[in-house]
């Protein structure tokens, strides 16, 4: 698979956990980059998305102020860091690429390659 996430785990309500997303022999100056989660039960949702040169950065609802995304090109490294973690927050979160557009959407029909996943558990 061209992207490869880590960082993944189990954490504690109000712990932290950075998310990365590798690239390797993948362009991603010329693409949007953005975060997925699934949980057990549920239907895939976008949690945000950060357009290719990192100036236009979006959040779902439900995680804004706690989660910050970020991209390295240079690295082909893309980043979720996600903080105040709640029990809601568990599942199995996937990195996506898809061709750039003048901002980010966090519309999993905007992306055409995929990670395998990395999987978070909020629990005490």
């Known amino acids: 698979l061209p992207l490869v996430e880590s960082g993944g785990g189990l954490v504690q309500p109000g712990g932290s956990l950075r998310l990365s997303c590798a690239a390797p022999?993948?362009?991603?100056?010329?693409?949007?980059v953005a975060w997925f989660r699934q949980a057990p039960g549920k239907e895939r949702e976008g949690v945000s998305c950060?357009?290719?040169?990192?100036?236009?950065?979006n959040y779902e609802e439900d995680v804004k102020g706690r989660f910050t995304i970020s991209r390295d090109n240079a690295r082909g490294m893309a980043y979720l860091q996600m903080n105040g973690l709640k029990p809601e927050d568990t599942g199995t979160y996937y990195c996506?690429?898809?061709?750039?557009?003048?901002?980010?959407?966090?519309?999993?029909?905007?992306?055409?390659?995929w990670g395998q996943g990395t999987r978070v558990t909020v629990s005490s």
């Open positions: 996506a690429a898809g061709p750039a557009t003048w901002h980010c959407l966090t519309e999993a029909a905007s992306y055409n390659t």
């Open positions: 022999g993948f362009d991603t100056d010329y693409y949007d």
């Open positions: 950060i357009s290719r040169l990192g100036g236009k950065k």
